[in-house]
């Protein structure tokens, strides 16, 4: 099973910074088989990128995803009030395994 | 649009039953991968259990095999998963997710509002 790391932990920053967001896994992931989810209180989650860099219908364009191998990253350009959640990064090629999350916060 | 609704959670004894339900619209049911994904409440996500397109081949997480069984209706279009032996540790929201193909790999392009099993005495 791939077991999935995500860091930090949280991230404390403001409206109109960038926030960079990192998984790293324990083996290499095949074929790309990396998506990124978006939850926020109450709600479910929400598919913001799969194939590592591909984003989702109706996902904005602030959002990106780049990696290789095992070390992934999600960037939010410029975050806005709705882009603070927690977010979660998913290896759907063999274990569908998450990782443990990062909670964006607001600073 | 996609829908999925859950329903079914509840509260039960560790050591009893439930089963929980996924009715699905919006898209052609028998086409698509389904899965069951939980929460603890205040925890990460966890896979628990993923069915193909045909419901011919079924996947259980280590942590419910052998006491959780997934399942589907197509000509209801309707998801299951029946859970026996709860244990504490299976209190969560459970999450229908709908994957993007009939079988892996597929991530999960939608999302069931949840419905909350607790297992307590």
């Known amino acids: 099973e791939i077991v999935l790391t995500q860091s930090p932990g949280t991230l404390s920053l403001s409206p109109g910074e960038r926030a960079t967001l990192s998984c790293r896994a324990s083996?290499?992931?095949?074929?790309?088989?990396l998506a990124w989810y978006q939850q926020k209180p109450g709600q479910p989650p929400r598919l913001l990128i799969y194939g590592v860099s591909s984003r989702a219908t109706g996902i904005p364009d602030r959002f990106s995803g780049s990696g290789s191998g095992t070390d992934f990253t999600l960037t939010i350009s410029r975050l806005e009030p709705e882009d603070f959640a927690v977010y979660y990064c998913?290896?759907?090629?063999?274990?569908?395994?998450f990782g443990q999350g990062t909670k964006v916060e607001i600073k | 649009e996609v829908q999925l609704l859950e329903s079914g959670g509840a509260l039960v004894q560790p050591g009893g039953s439930l089963r929980l339900s996924c009715s699905a619209s919006g898209f052609t049911f028998n086409n698509y991968a389904m899965s069951w994904v939980r929460q603890a409440p205040g925890k990460g996500l966890e896979w628990v259990s993923a069915?193909?397109?045909?419901?011919?081949?079924?996947y259980h997480a280590d942590s419910v095999k052998g006491r959780f069984t997934i399942s589907r209706d197509n000509s209801k279009n309707t998801l299951y998963l029946e859970m026996n032996s709860l244990r504490a540790e299976d209190t969560a929201v459970y999450y229908c997710?709908?994957?993007?193909?009939?079988?892996?790999?597929?991530?999960?392009?939608?999302w069931g509002q949840g419905t909350l099993v607790i297992a307590s005495s």
């Open positions: 069915i193909t397109n045909s419901g011919g081949d079924t």
């Open positions: 998913q290896e759907y090629g063999n274990s569908r395994s």
């Open positions: 083996q290499s992931v095949s074929s790309d088989y």
């Open positions: 997710a709908k994957g993007n193909r009939p079988s892996r790999p597929y991530y999960f392009d939608y």
